[in-house]
DNA sequence: TATGAATGAGAGTTCATTCAT
DNA sequence: CATGAATGAACTCTCATTCAT
């Protein structure tokens, strides 16, 4: 019988997204748990209560923010330099843009980012929706790979070791203010190493 | 001018002990920020108090815990296996015994490594910790990789590439109870990539 | 950064001299270091949490309570009878005038001034805002003083001693259930004294 | 049933003067209500746990101290430089001397007066000790007065008034760190007011 | 819808007191 | 007698959530 607000009126949807946006914006800054809602609805610039208009709780905030902050991703990137590409471009190219999609997603979002998967370990609900979203990116790899691979053995395991890879030179380049690594080489060796794992040679 | 109490008594010992392994069971069960400090303390059989003896507050209780695990896992692991192979041994079972060094690790600290990683990004301080940790361990690696690999070139690049690699295939297996993949290929194909990676071809 | 809320509604204000009234209550009655903060709010018929709205800390609530006090004390007593006197005024009656304010301001905030003579002993910002109001009561009586006086030579030695005088002998009346003295005689005789102090003879 | 022990070897003895040694020292730097137990035995050099032999409880402490600090206060001064002078003294020089009397007793035990008589006002077994002191003192002062004053009339409250001053002499001279006053000055109108009191002229 | 004051359960922390050694 | 480790009640403070306006 519980039930949030489903915002009918433009004024209405200005202020959930408000907190949204706040709650993603505090998140960020100071981690979930350490932001309380109070701060949120600062940061938002409306009143505490109405918060609870909106979500059923502080959790269901976090949960709605991640859902907002993941749709916001598909917005940006949506792949679309990738899917831009037709079946006759270089493939090594083809790497070289994913990755560069892959490191323009982690510095956009690199906190909250960061934040979320700390989260995933303490919270059932959002590690499920944590590795949903994973899923899905991954399937939709998945699938634009299988046009340009030849050898659909195995696939998964290739384009997970590949996304896999991806990700880590982008997690390595934003953590590693006191690492001493050359990134220039470290990135062509990541995409000759994705190349291989792909090529499944 | 504050002090926790340096234990003199065996007994005491004993007590600090247990509530360290206390915080990390009940950090590794329900998260950092989940557990309260008299939860640690019924879990290791004493009483709240005696909590803040040992430490100044809650936070130096999981650096402390932190500290703790993380010379249980040297103590364990400390790469003896990996010490004892002399430069005879095949190299591709050498990465295979470093990956299943890698594995036991992650399978007796899983939770908790989990957990460390999550807070990283809300406390500086346990960043500080992880940081040191993680590049403790690398460096080791990449001393001891030295001795086999005959090409040095960019080998630091290409050692946190292969550790990486590694890493990634452990978390995968532990976080992948909904997704479908065939974990004996999957670790096939990554000590492939490995010895690919550090071969430099 | 930290805040303490500054009142919107009247019905906070109401709530904070709610809680300031029960404060000055519960210390006059039981002291400063007995009366807990769950105490006042439930003398003030408020819940726990705001009287942290209202006051950083449990101290912060002692000082703006001492505040509020001093400026009940100023606003009941604020001298009105001694500054309707002019000059033709009989000088001793002044002098019971104004003994007369103190047994009164005594009479009503016996407990609470005693409580804050105690604590200043014990806290620093306590003792400096004691000497503060003090100061300038004092200033205050010496002000009115000199339009009595003819010699000002030592002025405010004559002042302080006189004024001395004055709180004794109200201190004696308040805290004399065991001693026994003729208080009508010893009034006189204060006043007496303190005539002879001021005027020089 | 309860029982303290009640010290027979000297060296029992000797601990449990540390021990209220120790209290009075911590009482007269921090105050009472911020010195914990712990403390005390710290700087007494023994352990915690002995207090409790030697003491029921915190207050009973407390107490003992007192005791033990009223009981220095008398042996320390006991007032033999008074005693020593006979009836032909000058009796301005006999009030002159038990002012020094009084000022040498604030300088020793300044803190520890002023904490004590902090705590009176919260506690009333310390009111009632406190009571005790001052009345015994007061009588003891009043007897030597009898000797030097022919008129009678009035001689408590005479002397109650006299000591007042002296008391609120020494109080100004301790706690005057911000006030502007010629102290030189004051004790002379102090002795001399004193002097107009107790002659009744 | 919106505000922000109010609630109250719960967490971290302290410390007087007790107890095993 | 003495030690110092251990206990646990009590206190301060926070903040998710509710409610009066």
Redesign the pocket.
């Known amino acids: 019988m519980e039930k949030t607000?489903k915002?009918?009126?433009a004024?209405?949807q200005k202020?959930k997204e408000k907190l949204l946006t706040a709650a993603i914006t505090m998140y960020a800054k100071n981690g979930y748990h350490s932001t309380?809602?109070?701060e949120i609805a600062a940061e938002a610039g409306?009143?505490?209560?109405?918060a609870?208009?909106y979500f059923r709780?502080?959790k269901d905030l976090l949960l709605s923010a991640l859902e907002f902050a993941s749709k916001s991703v598909r917005d940006i990137v949506s792949l679309d330099s990738i899917d831009s590409m037709d079946d006759n471009t270089d493939f090594r190219k083809y790497i070289d843009t994913v990755l560069r999609s892959f490191e323009d997603i982690h510095d956009r979002f690199h906190d909250i980012h960061e934040e979320l998967e700390g989260l995933q370990h303490t919270d059932e609900d959002v590690r499920k929706f944590y590795a949903k979203v994973s899923r899905d990116m991954m399937e939709n790899v998945i699938d634009k790979l299988s046009h340009f691979l030849p050898d659909h053995a195995n696939i998964r395991e290739k384009a997970y070791l590949a996304v896999s890879l991806l990700e880590q030179y982008c997690h390595l380049k934003m953590n590693s203010y006191q690492i001493n690594l050359d990134f220039s080489v470290l990135r062509e060796k990541t995409i000759d190493t994705v190349m291989m794992v792909l090529n499944g040679h």
């Open positions: 607000a915002p009918i009126q004024r209405s202020t309380t809602v109070d409306v009143s505490t209560g109405i609870y208009r709780n502080k």
